[in-house]
């Protein structure tokens, strides 16, 4: 199991920017790597996720051309990007890896292994 530690979150008024990064304690390169999110009273949902390369990413639609996922498996590390943020965006952002599973997979069901999350909160 692989922790991760989620990081970069805060408050931002609507069209700001953040970036959250997530950081962990195995290397990165063995894993699928992915970022969800949980709005008050919504379920948990896939943002985007990266190939263990970091070749090709993968978004939900509403964050295309917004966000970006990227990685530095030196660092071991994983960032998510946000710029234009909405009021929707409003939640606790989540890291998630998956070591077996292809990154696109990561779009219909989570990998096992979750950070503590970071809440990002928009103002308007």
């Known amino acids: 199991q692989v922790k991760l530690v989620e990081s970069g979150g805060g408050l931002v008024q609507t069209g700001g920017s953040l970036r959250l990064s997530c950081a962990s304690s195995?290397?990165?390169?063995?894993?699928?790597m992915g970022w969800f999110r949980q709005g008050p009273g919504k379920e948990r949902d896939f943002v985007a996720s990266i190939t263990r390369s970091g070749g090709r990413t993968y978004y939900t639609d509403s964050v295309k051309g917004r966000f970006t996922i990227s990685r530095d498996n030196g660092k071991n590390t994983v960032y998510l990007q946000m710029n234009n943020l909405k009021p929707e965006d409003m939640a606790v952002y989540y890291c998630n890896a998956d070591r077996s599973r292809a990154a696109g997979l990561l779009a219909r069901s989570a990998g096992p292994d979750w950070g503590q999350g970071t809440q990002v909160t928009v103002s308007s």
């Open positions: 195995r290397p990165l390169s063995e894993y699928a």
